[in-house]
């Protein structure tokens, strides 16, 4: 199972081929398996047994729960290394509770890293430390054609376009693409609207687009604007300002100076963000700042990044470290991070962390990721070392922050823990989970549902779902009510999933006793269920929790009550989640009904004026002439079109 450079390479940066070739590695090595009988771990035995070769190895406890995930150059070598008399306290912790062990011998140390990443992914072993996927990374992304289009984006990238970054985060993507729409005035708006425009938008007005919908610019100058963008964007700053000074000049000498007072302001904002980027020359085009901090039980990791020598920001991460574990550590949270981030993301050919020791084994890491040498920097200079010491800073305050946010949820679970007489230890509140449900359309159209978690603490948004509810009438919420949750809890009563501590449903006695009716039917312990129901005048902290028992009087926590403010923050989470999702669903109905309703129009045609016109709004704006000029629709069909369209439109 050899494995070459680009498969490596290809691995890394395409899901697909990353989900393809794992499916391959696992297959093939699975006669490879190490396991141990059922007996008191003999570690000495174990480690006799082991082959000098690359691999992954494994970690059971007596239940046969997982435990450790670690990959190895060596796997004789790096699993002995558990077996020592000095070990750190989060280690010996672990190794205390080894019943059994596997391992999986590979051909390489990459085969290796691809399969350990896999498996941490999937199987959530309890001592790794944990990165939650989040979002993927924001690009600017620039298209092709004679006007090409300046967006915001996230995905999979393909070669027919331009893309820019990764940013670490949403704010410095779109800061960006604001400066660039003021000093470049790129368009920013859909091909439906461009092909579609009579006159400039408001964008053009304010100067921040060309107007090239309008032919206010050339295709040529356009193109201009558009290729100093890019070398702005590589970090070209120095080219872009020699170029806009000699179009000033230029326009200066044929007496233009309309358009030399635009280069001078473009050139004066793009002196500005230099200046405050760039205090000092930036020795490096492109480098990452890596900084981990600990502080009462909890870990943060700061990602800063810089491209094209400009600083664009930085992002926190906060890492699963497991229940009733120690500390790591900040060689291992770092060592989980490069393999969790980089598996997905470019390695840069600099990176700066914040150990104080050189480590060879996080060298090791990146150096096999990139597949090439990085420059790992511990102790940087001058505006590296600022770089450095930014990022320590902004982790520290994030992690500040998170714990003091986690104290005050505890608090919350604790009050609300007691109000209902749960019987769940303080040590177990990491694991107390909350499912919330609400409902929501507009006037029975685009009905959704929303199911939000709360878990570990805080709101956990990848767990969130929305369901489609489907043949039920329209406004009827308990229909709808009992749709979702069979659907959800379904899994729970085949045995593929745990019931949580409280499943909450958006309403009053009406809707727990449709969710009780559901529970009986799956067979589940209702007694989990909990209503909130609207107080008095349907005043915000005048609530009410309503149980499956009738006979149990509802429960007021008051305006004060901690617990009440957990619910309340749980609720309206849910409630947020299932507005957007149903304004999405409903302007997408409305965008795409009434196309479908026109007369004389099939799916060939729908589709082909979908793509000429975008939306039903701008195809209701256009004239007779406009509609015919469709391949596939006469003038006769494009006046029946018309006129249907101005009939139900006033």
């Given at each position: 199972?050899?494995?070459?450079?680009?498969?490596?390479?290809?691995?890394?940066?395409?899901?697909?081929?990353?989900?393809?070739?794992?499916?391959?590695?696992?297959k093939e090595t699975e006669?490879?398996?190490?396991?141990?009988?059922?007996?008191?771990?003999?570690?000495?035995?174990?480690?006799?047994?082991?082959?000098?070769?690359?691999?992954?190895?494994?970690?059971?406890?007596?239940?046969?729960?997982?435990?450790?995930?670690?990959?190895?150059?060596?796997?004789?070598?790096?699993?002995?290394?558990?077996?020592?008399?000095?070990?750190?306290?989060?280690?010996?912790?672990?190794?205390?509770?080894?019943?059994?062990?596997?391992?999986?011998?590979?051909?390489?140390?990459?085969?290796?890293?691809?399969?350990?990443?896999?498996?941490?992914?999937?199987?959530?072993?309890?001592?790794?430390?944990?990165?939650?996927?989040?979002?993927?990374?924001?690009?600017?992304?620039?298209?092709?054609?004679?006007?090409?289009?300046?967006?915001?984006?996230?995905?999979?990238?393909?070669?027919?376009?331009?893309?820019?970054?990764?940013?670490?985060?949403?704010?410095?993507?779109?800061?960006?693409?604001?400066?660039?729409?003021?000093?470049?005035?790129?368009?920013?708006?859909?091909?439906?609207?461009?092909?579609?425009?009579?006159?400039?938008?408001?964008?053009?007005?304010?100067?921040?687009?060309?107007?090239?919908?309008?032919?206010?610019?050339?295709?040529?100058?356009?193109?201009?604007?558009?290729?100093?963008?890019?070398?702005?964007?590589?970090?070209?700053?120095?080219?872009?300002?020699?170029?806009?000074?000699?179009?000033?000049?230029?326009?200066?000498?044929?007496?233009?100076?309309?358009?030399?007072?635009?280069?001078?302001?473009?050139?004066?904002?793009?002196?500005?963000?230099?200046?405050?980027?760039?205090?000092?020359?930036?020795?490096?085009?492109?480098?990452?700042?890596?900084?981990?901090?600990?502080?009462?039980?909890?870990?943060?990791?700061?990602?800063?990044?810089?491209?094209?020598?400009?600083?664009?920001?930085?992002?926190?991460?906060?890492?699963?470290?497991?229940?009733?574990?120690?500390?790591?550590?900040?060689?291992?949270?770092?060592?989980?991070?490069?393999?969790?981030?980089?598996?997905?993301?470019?390695?840069?050919?600099?990176?700066?962390?914040?150990?104080?020791?050189?480590?060879?084994?996080?060298?090791?890491?990146?150096?096999?990721?990139?597949?090439?040498?990085?420059?790992?920097?511990?102790?940087?200079?001058?505006?590296?070392?600022?770089?450095?010491?930014?990022?320590?800073?902004?982790?520290?305050?994030?992690?500040?922050?998170?714990?003091?946010?986690?104290?005050?949820?505890?608090?919350?679970?604790?009050?609300?823990?007691?109000?209902?007489?749960?019987?769940?230890?303080?040590?177990?509140?990491?694991?107390?989970?909350?499912?919330?449900f609400d409902i929501s359309?507009?006037?029975?159209?685009?009905?959704q549902a929303s199911c939000?978690?709360?878990?570990?603490?805080?709101?956990?948004?990848?767990?969130?779902?929305?369901?489609?509810?489907?043949?039920?009438?329209?406004?009827?919420?308990?229909?709808?009510?009992?749709?979702?949750?069979?659907?959800?809890?379904?899994?729970?009563?085949?045995?593929?999933?745990?019931?949580?501590?409280?499943?909450?449903?958006?309403?009053?006695?009406?809707?727990?006793?449709?969710?009780?009716?559901?529970?009986?039917?799956?067979?589940?312990?209702?007694?989990?269920?909990?209503?909130?129901?609207?107080?008095?005048?349907?005043?915000?902290?005048?609530?009410?929790?309503?149980?499956?028992?009738?006979?149990?009087?509802?429960?007021?926590?008051?305006?004060?009550?901690?617990?009440?403010?957990?619910?309340?923050?749980?609720?309206?989470?849910?409630?947020?989640?299932?507005?957007?999702?149903?304004?999405?669903?409903?302007?997408?109905?409305?965008?795409?009904?009434?196309?479908?309703?026109?007369?004389?129009?099939?799916?060939?045609?729908?589709?082909?004026?979908?793509?000429?016109?975008?939306?039903?709004?701008?195809?209701?704006?256009?004239?007779?002439?406009?509609?015919?000029?469709?391949?596939?629709?006469?003038?006769?069909?494009?006046?029946?079109?018309?006129?249907?369209?101005?009939?139900?439109?006033?």
């Amino acid at each position: 199972m050899a494995v070459d450079t680009y498969l490596i390479k290809s691995v890394f940066k395409f899901k697909k081929t990353y989900q393809r070739y794992m499916e391959t590695a696992l297959k093939e090595t699975e006669g490879k398996l190490v396991n141990l009988p059922d007996k008191k771990f003999d570690s000495a035995e174990f480690l006799k047994n082991l082959p000098h070769l690359p691999g992954v190895y494994r970690y059971f406890d007596k239940d046969g729960n997982l435990l450790y995930v670690g990959k190895a150059r060596d796997l004789k070598r790096r699993v002995s290394s558990y077996f020592q008399k000095t070990l750190a306290p989060r280690t010996k912790l672990m190794v205390d509770q080894i019943a059994s062990a596997q391992i999986t011998v590979v051909n390489s140390e990459a085969e290796a890293l691809i399969l350990e990443s896999n498996l941490i992914k999937t199987q959530d072993p309890r001592f790794n430390i944990l990165f939650r996927d989040d979002k993927s990374y924001p690009y600017l992304k620039l298209s092709s054609g004679e006007y090409p289009r300046l967006s915001y984006y996230r995905g999979a990238l393909d070669k027919r376009n331009s893309y820019f970054g990764p940013y670490p985060n949403a704010n410095a993507a779109k800061d960006t693409m604001l400066l660039l729409q003021k000093v470049f005035q790129l368009r920013t708006c859909e091909a439906s609207v461009f092909n579609n425009r009579s006159r400039p938008c408001l964008l053009y007005q304010i100067g921040r687009c060309s107007g090239g919908c309008c032919k206010k610019v050339s295709p040529e100058e356009y193109g201009k604007s558009v290729d100093l963008a890019k070398e702005f964007l590589r970090g070209d700053s120095q080219k872009v300002q020699e170029d806009l000074t000699r179009r000033m000049n230029e326009y200066s000498q044929k007496l233009d100076f309309e358009r030399a007072a635009v280069m001078r302001d473009h050139l004066a904002a793009i002196s500005s963000v230099v200046h405050q980027q760039s205090m000092e020359a930036a020795p490096d085009a492109n480098a990452d700042i890596i900084a981990a901090v600990a502080s009462q039980g909890e870990v943060c990791v700061n990602l800063a990044m810089v491209r094209g020598g400009r600083h664009l920001g930085d992002k926190a991460s906060f890492p699963s470290l497991g229940r009733n574990a120690e500390l790591p550590e900040l060689e291992e949270v770092l060592e989980a991070f490069i393999t969790h981030h980089y598996t997905q993301m470019d390695v840069p050919p600099v990176v700066i962390i914040n150990l104080e020791e050189r480590s060879p084994r996080i060298e090791e890491l990146l150096n096999t990721i990139a597949d090439k040498k990085v420059n790992v920097i511990y102790r940087p200079q001058n505006i590296r070392r600022k770089w450095l010491e930014l990022a320590v800073t902004n982790a520290k305050v994030s992690l500040g922050r998170r714990v003091a946010e986690e104290g005050s949820q505890k608090r919350r679970i604790g009050a609300l823990v007691q109000e209902l007489g749960l019987d769940i230890p303080e040590s177990e509140y990491e694991d107390f989970r909350v499912e919330c449900f609400d409902i929501s359309h507009s006037s029975g159209e685009a009905t959704q549902a929303s199911c939000v978690v709360f878990a570990g603490n805080r709101m956990d948004s990848s767990q969130y779902r929305r369901f489609n509810i489907k043949d039920v009438t329209a406004g009827d919420d308990y229909a709808a009510m009992k749709q979702v949750l069979t659907r959800r809890y379904q899994r729970v009563a085949n045995g593929e999933a745990t019931l949580p501590n409280i499943v909450l449903v958006d309403g009053g006695r009406g809707q727990v006793k449709m969710a009780c009716e559901v529970f009986d039917e799956l067979g589940l312990d209702k007694n989990v269920i909990v209503g909130v129901a609207k107080g008095e005048g349907r005043k915000v902290g005048l609530e009410e929790l309503v149980f499956p028992d009738p006979d149990k009087e509802p429960l007021k926590l008051g305006q004060e009550s901690p617990a009440l403010m957990l619910i309340a923050q749980i609720r309206d989470e849910a409630h947020r989640f299932a507005i957007t999702g149903m304004r999405a669903k409903r302007a997408k109905a409305r965008n795409y009904s009434r196309i479908e309703d026109l007369e004389g129009v099939g799916p060939k045609r729908r589709q082909k004026l979908l793509e000429r016109f975008g939306s039903l709004k701008v195809l209701s704006n256009a004239s007779v002439e406009d509609i015919a000029s469709v391949d596939g629709i006469s003038q006769t069909l494009a006046r029946q079109i018309y006129a249907q369209l101005h009939g139900q439109i006033s």
